[in-house]
Structure formats: structure tokens, C-alpha cells
């Protein structure tokens, strides 16, 4: 559990937080969407 192994656990892991991010993006969309339908 050295820092650079935290460091590679990060950066491996922060595509996976803009993927969620962004489907998060899409859900709010859709319920805003639905919401003036």
C-alpha cells in the first residue's frame, strides 16, 4: 500500500467516476424531461 500504488488505483479509477458522472447527467436529463411531458 505504497503511495504510488494509491496513486495508480486513483487514476485507473477516475475514468469509472466521469462514466457515472455522466450517466448520472443523463438520468437528470430524462427526469427533467419527463417531468415537462
Known amino acids: ?3 504510488k ?3 495508480i488505483n486513483t487514476f ?3 475514468p ?3 462514466g457515472v ?3 448520472f447527467l ?3 436529463a430524462n427526469f427533467f424531461a419527463s ?3
Open 1 to 3: 500500500m505504497g503511495s
Open 5 to 7: 500504488r494509491s496513486e
Open 12 to 14: 485507473d479509477y477516475l
Open 16 to 18: 469509472q467516476m466521469i
Open 21 to 23: 458522472s455522466k450517466g
Open 26 to 28: 443523463i438520468t437528470e
Open 35 to 37: 417531468l415537462t411531458n
